[in-house]
């Protein structure tokens, strides 16, 4: 609806020629884009900045660096075998796989800006029964790109201890799914320019770097300036009491329509862009 009403501002004034605009709806954001990156990256070749409408903070406030995030599953394969009559003949997958949860866990705090999040265990079955399989979800964050490095030298190091013992054997799966939002000197323009235009509308904002990640960490790593915390205020994000402030939508519209409008307006009057190309 915020970014609805902005596009009609722009459309209503008498700049409207002056840019043009296109939009993205993708719903597999919160899983890390994995089928909607390609048509990000594409788009990011016909546009020259990003208007994101994640939720800003509860204060109002926009994100401006972003960690990159990872998601990686580990199946532990053992033996089954009868728990009591050939207990010693299994190779028991589950507490093979806790080990590698504990040794992950324990890298946290090991390297400045990385978490490891052990999310999700799932095995066994009768327990009679010696397990066999057992499967591990987990995530990484992390403020550096050259950290991914880190990350997997440090997750296949545990694992190949563990693949030594007789009958067990873990395997990796995933991968980086978002690279860490680094802000490129455009992209800090570009936020400079909304807190100044907030300013004007009575909307006080400042840029706080956050651990979440979303699809302006795709358009950064394409090249593209964004702001991507344009939507609403509210709080308890992710949780069953997320909650919006129906007041914050008629300010957080001004200010998407506003920023359209700055843009238009400056085209109008022969303004260059060429900032928007600045990299780091």
Known sequence: MVMLKA???????????????????????????????????????????????????????????????????????????????EHHLGRNAIRALCDFVSAMDDLNGQRPGITFNPGYIHGGGPTNI??????HRFNIRLEHPDDQQWCLTQLNSIIDTINQRDGIRLELHGGFTRQPKVLSPANQQLLSMAKSIGHELGITLDIKPTGGCCDGNNLASAGIPNIDTL?????????????????????????????????????????????LKQQQ
């Open 7 to 85: 596009l009609e501002v722009l459309e209503q004034s008498p700049w409207s020629e002056q840019i043009g605009w296109e939009i993205l709806f993708n719903p597999d954001e919160e899983v890390g884009s994995p089928g909607s990156a390609p048509l990000i990256a594409d788009a990011a070749q016909r546009v020259d900045f990003g208007m994101i409408f994640e939720p800003c903070f509860p204060d109002g406030n926009l994100a401006g660096q972003r960690k990159g995030s990872g998601n990686f599953t580990v199946v532990s394969h053992g033996k089954a075998a009868h728990a009591g009559r």
């Open 130 to 135: 010696v397990p066999e399989c057992c499967v």
């Open 231 to 275: 939507g609403v205020q509210g709080g308890a994000i992710h949780s069953d009491q997320e909650y919006l402030k129906v007041k914050s939508l008629v300010p957080r519209a001004r200010l998407s329509a506003a920023i359209l409008l700055s843009f238009a307006r400056a085209s109008a009057l022969g303004e260059s862009f060429d900032w």
